[in-house]
């Protein structure tokens, strides 16, 4: 199944169910957030796509951006007397990007595919309690090794694993590309074990250096500012 979404590039990776802040100035932007309050662009959701490199992708150069992203849901806005926004936005569903439209304007628009799970191979499905119990335990290392002081509530049954592998990453520092590597993984059981392999490396660096990963104001800008 395609749609057609607008985009909205960033220098990040968007999880699905992952909370991402925006700061928006850019003109461009700014269109596209009225766009989505007033409902010219439907469900309020546009999609957000990483960046390879560099910061600023335009139509001519639509192959800096990655070919999956994931939608991005508006939740709350608020807006300043000079016009810029302040917005609260959720992650919603994966996708792959099969074409931008040259022509659209003032932001890029893109021809999606939406990208559903594939279901566990059975030699892994019934594992996943397994997985799902040492991912869990590989974040609590990643968070005592990191010395989180507040605590960490699932919002979900224990039993459901297909958003497990998000909630456990957007609960800590990773790179772009395992964050990348996380939301192109379709399976269920994959993701539990790509997941728990990053969480397992990242907090032995942590145990290993005795250091506490910096907040995240120091590794940009949060919230993003496109």
């Known amino acids: ?17 992952a909370s991402l802040p925006l700061h928006i100035f850019e003109p461009r932007y700014r269109q596209l957030t009225v766009d989505l309050v007033t409902g010219a662009v439907p469900d309020r959701s546009f999609g957000v ?24 849901v508006l939740q709350d ?21 099969l074409e931008v439209e040259e022509n659209a304007a003032p932001y890029l628009v893109g021809k999606v595919e939406w990208l559903p799970d594939t279901p566990s191979p059975p030699e892994l499905a019934s594992v996943l309690p397994l997985l799902a119990a040492s991912a869990r335990a590989a974040h609590a290392r990643y968070r005592e090794a990191a010395r989180f002081e507040r605590e960490w509530f699932p919002e979900h049954s224990p039993e459901m694993f297909d958003d497990l592998a998000y909630r456990l990453a957007s609960d800590c520092l990773m790179t772009m590309e395992d964050r990348q590597r996380l ?8 993701r539990l074990r790509l997941v728990r ?11 290993a250096l005795r250091a506490v990963p910096a907040p995240l104001s120091e590794f940009g800008h949060p919230p993003n500012r496109n």
């Open 49 to 72: 796509v990483s960046i390879k490199q560099g910061w600023e992708v335009g139509a001519e150069n639509v192959q800096a951006l990655q070919a999956i992203g994931c939608s991005a």
């Open 183 to 190: 939301l192109e993984e379709t399976v269920e059981a994959r």
């Open 77 to 97: 806005t608020h807006r300043f007397p000079d016009g810029r926004f302040d917005l609260a936005t959720v992650g919603g569903s994966r996708f792959r990007l």
């Open 1 to 17: 199944m395609t749609s057609t979404l607008p985009l909205f590039p960033l220098g990040t990776v968007l999880l699905p169910g």
């Open 197 to 207: 392999k990053v969480l397992h490396r990242e907090a032995g660096l942590l145990a």
